[in-house]
């Protein structure tokens, strides 16, 4: 099966920058070749997060590679994937994902922003189609959030033109940052804002937040439904030992705590790998924390699970996974036919006896001392 590739761009408002990541899903088999590329060049691996391969219900499987980068970085960034279903490599460009809830709500309040915001650009899109002759395209993402505390979150207003992002205005509590590389005099540029802020404001902000609120009302049901995790702990054969992986997943809403134990207490956060959120094809949201052991490791490890769906906390012990289709039910097939062959011995001997027993004018199956009280009775019987 064909994989389906995303680049997507996903805002960090701790640091004010932002997570480049490079998405593969719905493949199979499960070898894939998933590189990020900036600038046409290869990033380096000890820049990269995420990587492991990920199996999703239907039975295909995802990777995720991941890249943090600062909100001035101006590079070009593509995402390609080799897999043997594809004739010729896959590559994408750049999409950007608000990461709420919410997003699949986001087309439609778009497409009337873009209706508000069309007037806005005109100016713009004129100045562009005066400088070079031909029909330019001058594109706008806009996204807003609602907060789970039904407050109003930021909005970030994004264009770009020939296929580069021009400048990007993030609007937050009321704060209005602008980053940007127009090559416009610092006068236009801060009418421009002045008007961009007072828009944003009074217009495009409170217009946005009552329409994806209307949305949310409309949908309340599917939005505010909550579905159990399925929570495994797999202990999976590797060259230099094993690896523990903690996995919830099918789960609904997006925040779960997943805590991986260690003779009851818990593993430090730098032994760990993994632990990113991860999309299900229907909906829910699964999320894998990973830990690589010695094979003379003895400890007792234990998986636990926190969610909005459950009661109680939910702990799993461990189980083994050989990563081979047919190998865990190997040592079962093979006590099943030890036994068999047993019994079938057992009972090839014991016909035997009794067919020369029989001969001689009697038949016994039991042990020696028995067998004397059995031979007697039967004479006498005779």
């Known amino acids: 099966m064909k994989p389906r590739v995303r680049l997507i761009q996903k805002a960090i408002l701790d640091s004010r920058g932002s997570r480049v990541s490079c998405l593969a899903t719905g493949f199979y088999p499960r070898h894939i070749n998933l590189t990020l590329f900036r600038d046409g060049q290869p990033v380096a691996d000890h820049e990269i997060t995420g990587g492991d391969l990920l199996p999703n219900d239907d039975g295909t499987y995802q990777m995720r590679k991941s890249l943090e980068i600062s909100a001035a970085d101006k590079h070009k960034y593509t995402c ?3 897999h043997l279903s594809l004739d010729n490599r896959m590559t994408v460009d750049l999409e950007f994902d608000p990461g709420e809830p919410f997003k699949s709500l986001i087309p439609s309040v778009l497409i009337v922003l873009a209706l508000v915001l069309v007037f806005g650009t005109g100016l713009i899109i004129y100045k562009c189609r005066r400088r070079r002759a031909g029909v330019l395209a001058l594109q706008r993402l806009v996204v807003c959030e609602l907060r789970d505390d039904g407050e109003p979150g930021q909005m970030i207003t994004r264009d770009a033109f020939r ?3 021009t400048d990007e205005l993030l609007y937050v509590d009321k704060n209005f940052t602008y980053q940007g590389t127009l090559n416009i005099s610092a006068h236009l540029l801060k009418t421009h804002l002045e ?8 217009l495009y902000h409170p217009y946005c937040i009552k329409t994806l609120s209307g949305y949310l009302k409309k949908r309340r049901k599917q939005v505010n439904r909550e579905v159990k995790p399925k929570v495994r702990l797999l202990q999976k054969d ?3 030992g094993f690896r523990v992986s ?3 997943t099918g789960f609904y809403p997006r925040h779960i705590n997943l805590t991986l134990f260690r003779d009851e207490q818990p593993v430090a956060d730098h032994e760990i790998t993994g632990g990113d959120l991860l999309p299900n094809d229907d909906g829910t949201y699964q999320m894998r924390k990973s830990l690589e052991i010695s094979a003379a490791d ?3 490890y234990t998986c636990s699970a926190t969610h909005l769906s459950l ?3 939910l702990d799993v012990t461990l189980e083994f996974d050989h990563g081979e289709p047919f190998k865990s039910v190997i040592p079962s097939l093979t006590a099943v036919l030890a036994l068999m062959l047993v019994f079938g011995a057992a009972a090839a001997v014991w016909k035997r006896q009794c067919a020369e027993s029989i001969k001689s004018g009697h038949c016994t199956a039991s042990a020696s001392g028995e067998s004397e009280d059995t031979t007697s009775t039967f004479m006498s019987m005779s």
């Open 80 to 82: 390609s994937a080799t």
């Open 238 to 240: 590797l060259s230099s």
């Open 195 to 202: 008007i961009s802020k007072r828009n944003h404001e009074h």
């Open 311 to 313: 009661d109680n906390k």
């Open 298 to 300: 003895k400890h007792k």
């Open 246 to 248: 903690c996995l919830a």
């Open 163 to 165: 296929g580069s992002t």
